[in-house]
């Protein structure tokens, strides 16, 4: 990668144009500045007016906002790992990029964002047909947010029979018209039909793992359910994700487009962050919903910290999530007993996991190693995913899968992609799943379900989840 601290804005576009002509072959350009604070939901909102791929993503703690329009290249692995191949097309082409960047900013400059599906192997559906496996981007138009900072970054393909003004001019339009978007009225689509995996064949699949767990098959497996939603019109992503920005706080909003289908969520579930080196990782699972009153409340948050069935799916994810991050860092710090985390409607049990990366390995290394953890999969790893894929009749698609970002100094993050909707026109498909365990009551699974599918559907228009219940 080549930085040009030194030289002009117009120079280094120059530069890049030469050697474009020199050796024949488009040259990428990253060039980074830094900007007065405007709403990334109307950047993204009006982004649309631009290209139909966007990319959206916030972190759980607010801190960072990346929103992507259009896209340069995308990584795409053919052959063996996809995270590992992936890294290396990412290093190959960073190798080359001119980046004109005077800040030296997390998540600027050329910043890949997307996902990854749950399962490569799982046989795909036509509700997943118009993503790939897995997608991650360099947007054209990128906005950061980072704290209070806020930095735009073009990001380009210049070809050798590119002309310079020419270039400048299209950038300057584009980025005149994403800066200063302003806010319209939103009228939501209302819901005509409905319908989701009969509850009675999911809870009899429930009631069968637990007794495979029981027989010794395996110690955890987390299955899932899609229920659909057909409305009288196509939903708008940017009012989805306006909506879970209004609505549900410590959670990480994510919207990744392919094909003119959406994948739009707001995740309390860290995957792995990597920031100069420090590794932050989540364990996220055991489940009750939030109380009426506070001193209800308290009683469930107290009741979920103490509760044997809760704690042992919670267990199964701290032992995964220490190996799997002991393998590749130092000074790995776990505390012994989860705390609760709160949301909107759900508390979780949850432990965080702090280490030192170690210099050999990097952040899409660790999304490798922990995907899926035994929140999203189970235990052991590899049984569980196959039990899956051979027991759940939903295509999960990248519902519980890795989604998010990294940047070209080692810095990322990727949460995991639950409570989450795929929007396809006029259509949703909400997702939601629990971990199964011996004790699992398929009653209790299934309003734990239920409830874990309230962020999308009252964002969509559809809670109370009770009056939609038959
Ligand atoms: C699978 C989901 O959530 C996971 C399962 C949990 C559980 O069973 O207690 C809790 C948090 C998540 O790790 C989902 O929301 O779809
Ligand atoms: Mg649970």
């Excluded at 990334?40 to 801190?63: C, M, N, Q, V």
């Excluded at 981007?137 to 020419?166: M, R």
Aim: overall charge negative; aromatic content about 8%.
């Amino acid at each position: 990668m080549i930085l040009t601290k030194n030289a002009t804005r117009d120079e280094v576009i120059q530069q890049v144009l030469t050697e474009a002509v020199r050796t024949s072959e488009p040259q990428l350009i990253s060039l980074v500045e830094k900007i007065d604070p405007i709403d990334p939901f109307l950047f993204y909102a009006e982004g649309t007016t631009i290209a139909d791929h966007r990319t959206f993503w916030k972190s759980a703690e607010g801190d960072v906002v990346i929103a992507g329009v259009g896209s340069v290249t995308r990584l795409r692995a053919s052959k063996g790992d996809r995270f590992t191949e992936l890294e290396n097309q990412w290093k190959s082409l960073m190798e080359e990029a001119v980046v004109y960047d005077q800040y030296d900013q997390k998540g600027t400059g050329p910043v890949a964002l997307g996902g990854f599906s749950f399962d490569p192997k799982k046989k795909r559906t036509e509700l997943w047909k118009n993503f790939p496996d897995h997608q991650m981007t360099v947007p054209s138009y990128l906005l950061t947010k980072n704290g209070s900072e806020h930095y735009f970054t073009i990001n380009a393909l210049v070809f050798p029979d590119d002309h310079k003004e020419q270039l400048k001019f299209q950038w300057d339009q584009d980025r005149e018209r994403l800066l200063s978007a302003t806010s319209h009225d939103f009228i939501p689509p209302e819901i005509i039909a409905k319908e989701e995996i009969d509850p009675e064949e999911w809870k009899q699949s429930v009631k069968k793992a637990t007794e495979d767990i029981l027989n010794g098959k395996l110690d955890k497996v987390v299955l899932a359910r899609e229920l659909q939603l057909v409305f009288d019109e196509k939903i708008d992503p940017a009012q989805v994700l306006q909506h879970l920005e209004d609505s549900q706080s410590n959670s990480y909003l994510f919207a990744i487009e392919s094909d003119g289908d959406y994948f739009v969520g707001a995740t309390p579930e860290r995957l792995v962050k990597v920031e100069n080196r420090e590794l932050t990782s989540a364990c996220l699972a055991g489940t009750v919903p939030r109380g009426a009153t506070d001193e209800e409340d308290r009683l469930l948050g107290e009741s979920l910290l103490n509760d044997e069935k809760n704690l042992e799916e919670h267990g199964y994810v701290v032992q995964m999530i220490r190996d799997a991050v002991e393998a590749c860092s130092e000074e790995v710090d776990i505390p012994e007993h989860p705390v609760l985390y709160p949301l909107k409607n759900l508390q979780h049990l949850y432990t965080p996991v702090h280490a030192k990366l170690n210099e050999e390995h990097t952040l899409l290394d660790v999304v490798s190693r922990l995907h899926p953890t035994p929140a999203l999969g189970g235990l052991p790893s590899a049984d569980a995913v196959d039990y899956i894929r051979g027991k759940e009749q939903l295509d999960r698609g990248w519902y519980a899968g890795p989604v998010g970002w990294f940047d070209s100094r080692q810095n990322g993050e990727f949460a995991v992609a639950i409570r989450s909707a795929l929007l396809r026109k006029d259509r949703a498909s909400l997702f939601s799943g629990c971990g199964v365990v011996k004790d699992s009551i398929p009653e209790d699974e299934y309003e734990e379900t239920a409830v874990k599918l309230m962020p999308m559907l009252s964002v969509l228009g559809g809670a109370p989840w009770t009056t939609l219940k038959q």
